[in-house]
């Protein structure tokens, strides 16, 4: 088990940089000993390095919620929390203490560290900061991880565009971070916006109005996927004006990121966001040969890509906790057609099976089997 020491040096290497973890760590450090010790005694495949996933998911819930959203969304996911027991081969005694010690948590957090960066992050209306806090939800985030498509089917695009696989990397995460979208057609920016909305009343006054705010510039994030643009001209080395392939115009686009420098004409490929209504080049941006441009056909490279994710999901199944078999294309990709049946999804809540809550509450031990084992 870790020392309180030893767990800040492990909990700072797990988030961004640019995050101070000092505000809450005390608090994780105090849940990373208690799930320690029941994992310790219950669990038979004992695993301490996974706790620190479960920790993720609790300080992801204290601060915004955003795993919530996808937990309920998606059922291939399940309940995070009972997942995580029964992967450990934990007994429904101490699946039900982990539970509600998560939820007692959640409860009881008295300030979030995370939830402070992501405020911070989009006040200060700077596009970096942004795309880092975007960036990490995308790259880091276990559970969303888990919903994206199957990424074996866009990564040789961006290899081949970009030619080296760390700017190909790159390139992926910006497209993950500010173009990928849920079955319900929100993009990360947007969800994260409505979390900040959503947990804004909850807060006290110096939180609620930052939050608020935070939401409102969320709202201004709209974007381009990967696509190719014509060089009209170029100011102090980063700025440009470029033409879409479709004839639009984009003017004073600010790169922060990779752009080669002998740029002045020509055709990039690259992926722009419009934030607060000025335009940014998101990630490695790459020069591309004349024939290159001449043949790239953006909606059907697209096209081609989406088409092999949604194959790719339907060749995959998982099955319930209460034992349905269903196709990964079926979670991924739709919704009920009964408006009642959607809207209940939404919640997490599907009317072919009981409710995983229900199903918790009954693994609860009962008042008359107290001479069990805590």
Not at 79 to 90: A, H
Not at 125 to 145: K, P
Not at 209 to 221: F, G, I, K, M, R
Request: hydrophobic share 40%; aromatic share 10%.
């Amino acid at each position: 088990m870790y020392t309180i020491d030893q767990f800040k040096s492990r909990w700072k290497r797990l988030h961004h940089p640019s995050m101070n973890v000092d505000g809450d760590v005390a608090f994780f450090y105090g849940i990373y000993v208690r799930l320690h010790h029941l994992a310790e005694q219950d669990a038979r495949a004992f695993d301490g390095r996974l706790i620190l996933s479960l920790l993720l998911y609790t300080e992801n819930t204290v601060a915004i919620g955003l795993d919530d959203v996808y937990e309920d969304m998606y059922r291939s996911l399940g309940n995070v929390v009972f997942r995580w027991c029964d992967g450990s081969g934990m007994s429904a005694n101490a699946t039900s203490q982990v539970h509600d010690l998560v939820s007692q948590a959640v409860a009881d957090a008295p300030c979030s560290a995370l939830r402070q960066w992501i405020t911070e992050s989009v006040l200060s209306c700077d596009f970096q900061r942004l795309s880092d806090v975007l960036t990490y939800f995308a790259r880091e985030d276990r559970v969303l991880r888990h919903v994206y498509p199957d990424l074996r089917c866009r990564k040789p695009m961006f290899l081949r565009i970009a030619g080296e696989k760390q700017a190909a990397r790159q390139m992926l995460w910006a497209d993950l971070a500010f173009n990928w979208q849920d079955k319900h057609g929100n993009s990360l920016p947007a969800t994260l916006a409505r979390q900040c909305r959503q947990t804004a009343p909850l807060m006290e006054e110096w939180e609620r109005v930052p939050l608020q705010e935070a939401a409102s510039l969320l709202d201004t994030v709209c974007s381009e996927r990967l696509d190719t643009y014509t060089v009209i001209g170029v100011k102090d080395g980063r700025t440009y004006t470029l033409r879409h392939r479709d004839g639009r115009l984009f003017k004073d686009v600010t790169s922060h990121s990779s752009v080669p420098e002998d740029v002045r004409t020509g055709c990039l490929a690259a992926q722009l966001v419009l934030y607060k209504d000025k335009a940014y080049i998101s990630g490695p941006a790459v020069r591309l040969t004349d024939d290159a441009a001449a043949g790239w056909n953006g909606e059907a490279i697209w096209s081609d890509i989406f088409k092999k994710e949604h194959e790719a999901a339907r060749q995959v199944y998982f099955t319930t906790p209460f034992g349905r078999r269903i196709s990964l294309y079926e979670d991924l990709y739709t919704i009920p057609e009964d408006p009642d049946e959607a809207s209940y999804a939404g919640m997490g809540i599907y009317l072919d099976e009981p409710n995983i809550f229900d199903f918790l509450e009954w693994l609860k031990p009962s008042d008359n089997a107290q001479g069990v084992s805590r």
